[in-house]
C-alpha cells in the first residue's frame, strides 16, 4: 500500500501541463500540474529566493489576507455568482495575472473549487496557487504566439539553448526571445485598466508608467536588470521588493529614494517691533525607480 502511495504520488508530481488534454477541476489538480518542487533539487539557489517572492504567493495577498475572497462572495463585486459553486473561470478576472495557468489548465469545475475554498478561508489549500517556474519559462514564455507558436508542452525557455536538460519533464530548454525584455513581467505588471473583461479592472499598471514615463524619457534598462541582478551568479529570483522583509525594503528604499531639503528662517517685519519669525522649506524627492511608486 505504501509502494502503491508513493507511485501515485510520484506520478502526480509529474503530470505534465495538460498532458492528457484534460484541464484541472480542483487546486490540487492545477498546483501538481505547475509543480516546481523538483526544480530545487538542481537550482537550489534559484528556488530559495523564488519561494520568499510575491510571485511564489500571488493569491494569498499582504499578511494573507486572501484578497479575492470578495469575488467569491454573492454581492460583493459584479463578477460574485449567488453561490460559490457557481463560479466560473470568468468569476476571476484576476487569473489573468494571479494565476495565468488557471486560464490554459484548469476549467469552470476549478474555479469553484477556488471560490468555495475562498468562502472557507482556507490558506494552506490556497497557498498551493502560486506563479511557478513553469509559468514563467513556459506558460508566459512566448508572446508572439502567431509566429513563434504556442509555447511547447515539454520545453522550457531560458536565456540560452539547452540541448539536453536533467528535468524528468522538460528534457529541452529553448532560448526564449522574450526573457531578457521588460515585456516578459509587462504581461502581468500592467498598461492600464483590462477594458476586454465585461466588467473592466484594473490592478497593476506599471508596465505604462514604464513605457510612457521612463523609456519615452530616455531610460534604458530593462525590468530584469534593476530588479533580477545576480545573486552569486545566479539572476535573482526574489525579484524584490518583498514587502514581507521590512528590513529588506527599508534598505532598498534608502538606495533608491533621495530627499533633499533646504531651508532658509527669517524674522519678516510686520510692523515697528512686530517680528515675525518665518521658515522657507524646499523639499524635493528623488527616486530612481524606473516607474512611478507606488503602484497597485
Ligand atoms: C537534475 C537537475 C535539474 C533539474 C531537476 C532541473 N534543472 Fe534546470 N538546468 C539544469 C542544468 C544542469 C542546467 C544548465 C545547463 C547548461 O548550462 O548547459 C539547467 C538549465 C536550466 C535553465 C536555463 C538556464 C539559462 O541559462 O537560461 C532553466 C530556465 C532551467 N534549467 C529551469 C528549470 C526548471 C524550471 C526546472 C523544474 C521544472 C528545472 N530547471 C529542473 C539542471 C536541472
Ligand atoms: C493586469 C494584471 C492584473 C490583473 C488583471 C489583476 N492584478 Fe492584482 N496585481 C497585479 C500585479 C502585477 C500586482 C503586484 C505589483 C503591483 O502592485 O504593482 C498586483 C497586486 C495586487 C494586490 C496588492 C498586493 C496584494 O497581494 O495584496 C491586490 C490586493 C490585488 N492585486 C488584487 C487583485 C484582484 C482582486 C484582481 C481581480 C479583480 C486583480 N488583482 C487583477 C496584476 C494584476
Ligand atoms: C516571474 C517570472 C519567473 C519565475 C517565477 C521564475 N523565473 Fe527564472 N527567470 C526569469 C527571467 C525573466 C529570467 C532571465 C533573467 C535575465 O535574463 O536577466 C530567468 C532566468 C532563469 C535562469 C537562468 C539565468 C541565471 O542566471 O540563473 C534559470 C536557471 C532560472 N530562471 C530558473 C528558474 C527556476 C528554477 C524557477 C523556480 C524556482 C524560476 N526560474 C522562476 C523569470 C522567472
Ligand atoms: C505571470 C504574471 C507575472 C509575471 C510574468 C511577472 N510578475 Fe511580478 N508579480 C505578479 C503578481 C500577480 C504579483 C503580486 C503578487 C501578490 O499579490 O503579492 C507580482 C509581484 C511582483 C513584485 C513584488 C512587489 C509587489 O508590489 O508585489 C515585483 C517587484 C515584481 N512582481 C516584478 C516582476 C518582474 C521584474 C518581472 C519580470 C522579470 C515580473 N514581475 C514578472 C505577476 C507577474
Ligand atoms: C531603473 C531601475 C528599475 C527599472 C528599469 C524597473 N524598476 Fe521596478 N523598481 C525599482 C526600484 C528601485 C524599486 C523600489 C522602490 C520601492 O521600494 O518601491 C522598484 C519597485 C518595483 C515594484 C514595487 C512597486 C511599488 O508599489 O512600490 C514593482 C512591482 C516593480 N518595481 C516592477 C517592475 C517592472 C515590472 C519593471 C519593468 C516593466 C520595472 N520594475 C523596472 C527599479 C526599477
Redesign the pocket.
Known amino acids: 500500500m505504501k509502494f502503491l502511495k508513493s507511485l501515485v504520488v510520484v506520478f502526480l508530481v509529474m503530470i505534465p501541463i495538460s498532458a492528457f488534454g484534460e484541464k484541472a477541476k480542483t487546486i490540487e489538480e492545477l498546483a501538481a500540474m505547475y509543480d516546481s518542487a523538483r526544480c530545487k533539487e538542481c537550482h537550489a539557489e534559484i528556488y530559495a529566493r523564488w519561494e520568499n517572492s510575491?510571485h511564489a504567493r500571488?493569491l494569498?495577498?499582504?499578511q494573507d489576507?486572501l484578497?479575492?475572497t470578495?469575488?467569491a462572495i454573492k454581492g460583493l463585486?459584479p463578477?460574485s455568482p449567488d453561490d460559490p459553486a457557481q463560479a466560473t473561470l470568468a468569476t476571476?478576472?484576476?487569473f489573468?495575472?494571479?494565476l495565468p495557468q488557471a486560464l490554459v489548465a484548469a476549467d469552470d469545475a476549478f474555479a469553484a473549487d477556488y471560490a468555495k475554498a475562498l468562502v472557507a478561508q482556507d490558506k494552506a489549500r490556497v497557498s498551493k496557487l502560486r506563479i511557478t517556474c513553469i509559468v514563467c519559462h513556459n506558460t508566459k514564455a512566448i508572446i508572439h504566439r502567431l509566429s513563434e507558436g504556442p509555447p511547447e508542452a515539454d520545453v522550457l525557455y531560458g536565456s540560452k539553448d539547452v540541448a539536453a536538460h536533467d528535468d524528468e519533464f522538460f528534457k529541452k530548454i529553448k532560448k526564449g526571445s522574450i526573457m531578457d525584455h521588460a515585456i516578459m513581467c509587462g504581461q502581468?505588471?500592467?498598461?492600464g485598466p483590462?477594458l476586454e473583461f465585461e466588467n473592466p479592472?484594473q490592478?497593476?499598471?506599471?508596465y505604462g508608467s514604464y513605457e510612457h514615463n521612463y523609456i519615452s524619457k530616455g531610460g534604458t534598462q530593462q525590468c530584469q536588470e534593476c530588479h533580477m541582478k545576480k545573486v552569486d551568479g545566479f539572476a535573482d529570483h526574489l525579484i524584490a521588493p518583498n514587502w514581507n522583509d521590512l528590513e529588506g525594503t527599508k534598505k532598498i528604499l534608502l538606495d533608491t529614494i533621495t530627499m533633499d531639503v533646504q531651508t532658509v528662517g527669517y524674522d519678516w517685519l510686520l510692523k515697528s517691533k512686530d517680528w515675525k519669525p518665518m521658515v522657507v522649506v524646499n523639499t524635493k524627492i528623488n527616486q530612481n525607480a524606473g516607474h512611478r511608486i507606488?503602484?497597485?
Open positions: 510575491h500571488s494569498m495577498g499582504v489576507g484578497m479575492m470578495p469575488l463585486t463578477f476571476f478576472p484576476c489573468k495575472c494571479h502581468c505588471h500592467g498598461l483590462n479592472v490592478c497593476a499598471t506599471l507606488p503602484d497597485g
